[in-house]
C-alpha cells in the first residue's frame, strides 16, 4: 500500500470491511450449499448432467448484469449489497458443484467399494469415507472460488456497491494513480490472506496427509487395492454363512 493509502487509512478502511464481507459471506454460503447438493448428486447421472449444465449457464451470465436484474427479481434496492451478495452466492455455488463431483470422483473406487464390503450404507460412506477424502481437492477448488470472489466483487463498484473497488472508480475518475494503486494491492492482500486461511483449514481438517509425501500415499494406496481381494473372500465368507 502506498502513502495515499496510509494518509487515508480512515476512509480506505470501511471499504475494506465492506470488501471482506462481501467476499467471504457468498464464499461460505456457496460451499455450504454445494457440498450437499455434489453429495446428493454423485451418482444420478441424468440429475448430475443437469446440475452441471446449469451451473455453466449460471456462470456464463455477465457479473454487472446480475447486479443489475437482481433488484428487479428480489425486489431489493439497486444499492442493496445484498445483489452482490445474491450474485457470488451463485456463482460459488456454480463453480463449487462441479468441484465437488471432481472431488468425490477422485476417491479411489477401491476404497469406496472396501466401506461398502465392512457394511456401510451409501449416504454413510458417502459422509464419513468419501467426503473426508475429497477434502484436498474440494480445498484447492474453494481456494480458487474464493480468490474469484475476491476480484468479482470490484465489479460492483460500478453500480456503487464494490468496497475496494470504489478506489478504482474514483481514482480514475480523478486521475488519481496513486488511489487505484492502493486498491490493487490491498485486494491482493485480501486475495493471498483469503487464500491461506482456507488451505490453513483444509490441512486442520486432513491431519492424516500432514506431511506425507506423495510416495507415501501411493503405497498407502496400493496396499488397499492389494487387500481388497481378502476383503471380497471375506464378504462371501460371510454371505455364505449367512
Known sequence: MNLWGIRNWEAVQPLLVQHLYLSVVP???????????GLLLRDRRRART???VLSSAIFTIPSLALFVVLPLLLGTRVLDPINVVVALTLYTVALSVRTTFEALDAVPAA????????????????TAVDLPLAIPVLTAGTRVVAVTNVSMVSVGAVIGIGGLGQ????????DFPEQILTGLVLILLVAIVFDRIIA???????????????????RRLRAL???????GRLREVVSGAR
Open 167 to 174: 478506489l478504482f472508480t474514483t481514482g480514475y475518475q480523478r
Open 225 to 231: 487395492a492389494q487387500a481388497l481381494p481378502e476383503v
Open 27 to 37: 464464499t461460505l454460503i456457496g460451499v455450504v450449499v454445494a457440498i450437499p447438493i
Open 111 to 126: 476404497t469406496r467399494e472396501a466401506a461398502t464390503a465392512v457394511g456401510y450404507s451409501s449416504w454413510r460412506r458417502a
Open 200 to 218: 490453513l483449514v483444509g490441512r486442520a481438517f486432513t491431519p492424516w496427509i500432514r506431511g506425507a509425501s506423495l510416495r507415501a500415499s501411493e
Open 50 to 52: 443437469v446440475a452441471v
